[in-house]
């Protein structure tokens, strides 16, 4: 059986290694699995979270006039590039009118980066970053296996291009699925891209079908399907990325979180080209988690069958695992993750307790990039 611990809490006198618990914490109210809210607590205000990222209110700049905007086909329009992504603090929110977007080319078969600037931080306490070299960060849009057209990022090493390659590469899995990776800064608490970038390790950030910004019958393909056309989405970029002598087929490792432990853990079921992987706060047990999990009926609608669970196929897993998970996670309880633990033995259970379906404490987050950081390292 592989390790399993259990933090100590915050009343606890600091140990000199870990503590190991094997009783499980009394569940807590914190937010749903595919990016849905908290349980509204009376007098708190609730913030939007996707993958663990708090993201703050939006201010929205008038729309362009429509006499200002070049028309789709028009000269003007086709001689100007595809703009990146307005910083967080220009996009529009729900509802605000919108802003004018210039024309881009549809994408083509392999993978068409361009290196963008809009991941720079910026505004709120980006000063406080001061001169920290960041990792070269692309867009990426290349077709499935089926021609559907996705698309993601990709961050390369500090002060690397691609001509460097071939690069040790992590996979990271957006939540939700009803989620999105844009391009941001791409540094959380979530093991990050550019948290990786700085450890020398290339990042592979993809919008399999099922999250946000392609309509709805993109979102709507996973319905039921949960882990199938979608792991097949994720699975085509890294062999892109290869073929194009970026990524190491030697060196690959993949993490999540929620939705994305999901996919983690899932990965493992379907291939052994992976070194490492690291599941958080990830479900393993579609059914126990439809009778037990707070948003038990809306995960009906995503997978409610065996043959959709990592657990009926952990025989079949070589890939050495990291599951971390919140004690008092009620959207995925715990138990998910020590269900898994137990049916992989090269397994590493990390229990956080007082936390829910994200972190929040400051310690407990060190300690989870610090964890990711080790273990990606033996790629």
């Avoid at 190991?20 to 807590?28: G, K």
């Avoid at 989620?179 to 399999?208: C, E, K, M, Y």
């Avoid at 059914?287 to 409610?304: C, M, Y």
Wanted: hydrophobic share 35%; glycine share 12%.
């Amino acid at each position: 059986m592989g390790r399993r611990d259990r933090l100590p809490g915050p009343d606890a006198a600091a140990p000199a290694g870990r503590q190991r618990r094997l009783r499980p914490a009394p569940p807590q109210p914190h937010r749903g699995h595919a990016g849905l809210p908290d349980r509204a607590r009376p007098g708190r205000r609730q913030r939007a979270d996707h993958g663990g990222r708090d993201r703050p209110g939006h201010r929205v700049p008038p729309p362009r006039p429509r006499s200002a905007r070049p028309r789709h086909g028009s000269a003007a329009a086709a001689a100007r590039p595809c703009p990146p992504l307005r910083p967080r603090s220009a996009r529009p929110r729900h509802g605000d009118a919108p802003t004018a977007a210039w024309p881009c080319p549809p994408p083509r078969p392999g993978l068409l980066a361009r290196v963008t600037g809009a991941h720079r931080p910026r505004g709120g306490q980006a000063h406080q970053l001061g001169d920290i070299p960041w990792g070269s960060q692309e867009r990426l849009h290349y077709q499935a296996s089926d021609g559907l057209d996705l698309d993601g990022l990709l961050v390369l090493p500090v002060g690397k291009t691609r001509e460097d390659g071939p690069f040790r590469l992590v996979t990271l899995v957006h939540g939700g699925p009803y989620d999105r990776w844009t391009d941001d800064l791409q540094l959380h608490w979530v093991p990050s891209a550019q948290w990786f970038a700085h450890q020398g390790i290339a990042s592979f950030l993809p919008n399999p079908r099922g999250g946000l910004g392609h309509g709805h019958e993109f979102a709507a393909a996973v319905a039921g399907r949960v882990g199938q056309e979608e792991w097949h989405d994720i699975e085509t970029g890294i062999d892109l990325l290869i073929a194009q002598n970026i990524a190491d087929p030697d060196r690959l490792g993949i993490a999540g979180w929620s939705h994305g432990g999901f996919m983690a853990a899932w990965a493992t079921t379907r291939t052994d080209r992976f070194k490492a992987a690291l599941v958080g706060a990830g479900i393993s047990d579609w059914p126990r988690q439809v009778a037990t999990g707070e948003w038990g009926a809306f995960e009906a609608a995503l997978g409610d069958s065996p043959e959709h669970s990592p657990i009926t196929y952990a025989d079949r897993i070589r890939t050495p695992l990291l599951i971390v998970h919140g004690a008092d996670d009620t959207n995925v309880p715990v138990e998910q993750a020590e269900l898994l633990h137990r049916a992989v033995e090269h397994s590493e259970l990390i229990i956080y307790p007082g936390e829910g379906h994200s972190l929040r404490k400051r310690e407990h987050r060190l300690d989870l990039l610090n964890r990711a950081r080790r273990l990606f390292a033996k790629l």
